[in-house]
């Protein structure tokens, strides 16, 4: 059984739980904006840490996901790996972008990602403020609140709206030189959200030509699913098919006309 003849056999109960997770999740981070978090720093980075909303929303994303799926895998951000020895695997991120969450800014996302045999079947993004509900399912189309969405049809790269990160205090120099200095003055403009879920989101819809950098599974796996079903490309940085097996990802993403040209400055 291929994956798209899997999904089919399920008849996108997937999907409906997949959604279902994601905007409980919603709910709940909604329920402490505002609040003064306590702010946990992983690694002792005070740049990267988490607070009651991340671990609150995962929660009940694995609550979800587990009264439904008991023998799935799940790779979540905060909680780690759990290997069932299943051909699925859940993988989430609770509250991606908490940084801008802990300040009020309006960029933070939940994501649901499913991997069948390490490959992506199935994405899920809620963006929280505007309530907008991506989802994408191997074969169906990419969809943003239940409309078909397509990627943009920018040619060149000098025309070309990029998504970059900067990342946690401890990458900041290396990404930054590897993904963003090379880019930077060949491309119209760069936009930082502060999370890597959403500018995927975003190049799925047609807002955004392009993204590059490198980035934990949790964060890129149901975006990347939300861009090829769009009409997009998600690639390594040599232009390599992803390989899902892996925690952390090089993951190029575009509108795949301008893919080629984001790959050949990457090289130079």
Wanted: with cysteine.
């Amino acid at each position: 059984m291929n994956d798209k003849q899997s999904l089919r056999s399920n008849d996108l109960k997937f999907l409906k739980v997949a959604k279902q997770a994601a905007l409980e999740a919603g709910k709940i981070i909604s329920k402490y904006l505002g609040e003064d978090l306590d702010k946990k720093n992983k690694n002792g980075d005070h740049s990267n840490f988490v607070t009651a909303a991340d671990l609150e929303s995962e929660k009940a994303i694995l609550k979800i996901l587990h009264k439904n799926y008991p023998k799935f895998n799940y790779i979540a951000e905060e909680k780690g790996i759990s290997d069932l020895g299943s051909d699925y695997t859940w993988v989430i991120d609770p509250l991606d972008g908490t940084i801008a969450f802990s300040v009020g800014l309006p960029t933070y996302t939940v994501s649901i990602g499913l991997l069948h045999k390490n490959n992506p079947i199935l994405g899920v993004i809620y963006h929280v403020v505007p309530k907008d509900l991506y989802h994408a399912a191997i074969g169906k189309g990419a969809y943003l609140n239940g409309k078909k969405i397509k990627v943009s049809q920018t040619k060149k790269l000098d025309g070309a709206i990029l998504g970059i990160d900067f990342a946690h205090r401890e990458k900041r120099m290396s990404k930054t030189q590897k993904y963003i200095l090379p880019l930077i003055d060949k491309i119209r403009y760069p936009f930082a959200l502060g999370g890597d879920v959403l500018m995927m989101a975003l190049i799925g819809r047609g807002s955004f030509d392009g993204f590059a950098n490198e980035a934990n599974i949790w964060n890129c796996i149901a975006g990347a699913i939300i861009v090829t079903e769009a009409g997009g490309k998600v690639t390594d940085s040599k232009g390599a098919k992803i390989n899902w097996s892996k925690k952390r990802l090089e993951i190029v993403a575009s509108n795949g006309v301008l893919h080629n040209q984001i790959l050949d400055v990457l090289k130079t």
